[in-house]
């Protein structure tokens, strides 16, 4: 793949100086080439010793939505498995579609083809991911008989093919890159159930919070115990870090999210961390602007911001004790292999030296082209801090 890029790789290779975010403004150099090989310095992936705030040479990166809708790889796997629940719960499909991306652009994660919605069937809320429509609850949870109903979920019973996948994948990868997991958050989770699918003014699980809060308390609680065991669970089998996914978190006021997603969010990292205290969390909330403060308190090592907060200002607002991820607007992956080389290298540069793992700020686009992605990885595994 270097040799279908170098040209215009090459032509940008001149040193830059970046300066982090701190008191002391240490000066350090990020050359956009392909690096020459060299030693490894930890039988660790990158990923984790940058979250860790050890020594490395460069940010790592991965892209979420890595695996899927815009490799032309997956488009030929839908073809022949139209359902998305039987590409994610076959355990051969899983790995498969899971190491279409490594294979071709060799991310520092790869993490589990799945969806936050997996273990819904486990905990008796039977639901569907319809092509066009997107996830559909069937019978919606409203009231407390509906919320007693919901069982607590025990991953090796309910989604055995999580655990077989994630061991294989750690084969497979053999430490060159990190292994990541991932959950639904509980209010998130709470959102689909309540809502009966995707929502756009999430009138219904805000009448129950704000009518019938203990029913919604009830039910956020059977999530987050549930979400504790599943990320031990794929810890266990195999995974070096977990993301937990609050995608509608911020549909809440601060005073409101401090009451139904914060202590939740706690109650899984307190948990975890009990058992896995070595686990690196990351928490990613999209459009988390006026919650970034509060991000940091639910005990994650990662806060994933998206695209409209300055990645510096983010970080400032974060605080030094927490390593953040992100945040390029996936849009920019249309743009010309020039802009999309000058908005990295402004990520990277806001962002500091240390504990900032590479990433888009939601997820890969629909059409996306391929090249784009390439040239993504090229230019961001050719930085050097």
Not at 95 to 105: A, T, Y
Not at 251 to 280: A, C, G, M, Q
Not at 369 to 377: C, D, K, Q
């Amino acid at each position: 793949m270097a040799s279908i890029y170098s040209s215009s790789i090459s032509s940008l290779s001149a040193k830059l100086t970046l300066t982090p975010p701190s008191n002391r403004h240490p000066r350090f150099c990020c050359s956009l080439g392909v690096a020459e090989p060299q030693a490894a310095i930890s039988t660790e992936p990158l990923l984790l010793n940058a979250v860790r705030g050890k020594e490395v040479e460069r940010p790592p990166v991965w892209l979420m939505r890595q695996a899927g809708r815009y490799m032309k790889s997956y488009q030929i796997i839908c073809e022949k498995y139209p359902s998305f629940r039987e590409r994610s719960e076959n355990v051969d499909l899983v790995v498969e579609i899971s190491l279409q991306p490594w294979k071709v652009f060799q991310p520092d994660g790869v993490i589990l083809f799945s969806d936050i919605l997996t273990p819904l069937s486990g905990m008796n809320i039977p639901f569907d991911i319809v092509k066009g429509k997107g996830p559909v609850i069937f019978d919606p949870v409203q009231t407390a008989a509906d919320v007693e109903k919901v069982r607590e979920f025990t991953p090796e019973e309910s989604v055995p093919y999580v655990g077989e996948a994630l061991t294989i994948l750690r084969k497979e990868v053999n430490n060159e890159a990190a292994v990541l997991g991932f959950v639904g958050a509980p209010f998130t989770l709470a959102s689909y159930v309540v809502e009966g699918g995707s929502s756009k003014h999430f009138s219904k699980i805000k009448r129950l919070a704000f009518s019938q809060p203990k029913v919604l308390h009830s039910l956020l609680q059977k999530f987050a115990s549930s979400m504790a065991k599943y990320i031990q669970y794929q810890a266990d089998k195999g995974a070096q870090a977990v993301q937990i996914f609050d995608s509608w978190a911020t549909e809440l006021s601060p005073v409101d999210f401090e009451e139904f997603s914060l202590p939740y969010l706690k109650l899984i990292v307190e948990t975890v961390k009990r058992t896995h205290p070595n686990l690196p969390l990351i928490l990613y909330a999209s459009g988390s602007g006026g919650l970034i403060e509060r991000l940091p308190l639910t005990g994650v090592d990662v806060v994933s911001l998206d695209w409209t907060v300055d990645i510096a200002e983010g970080r400032r607002r974060l605080g030094t004790d927490v390593a953040v991820q992100g945040n390029v607007d996936p849009g920019v992956l249309f743009g010309s292999k020039e802009f999309i080389t000058e908005r990295i290298k402004d990520t990277v540069r806001k962002a500091g030296k240390g504990k900032h793992i590479l990433n888009l700020g939601h997820g890969i686009v629909v059409g996306t082209p391929e090249e784009n992605v390439a040239h993504f990885f090229e230019v961001a595994k050719g930085l050097r801090y």
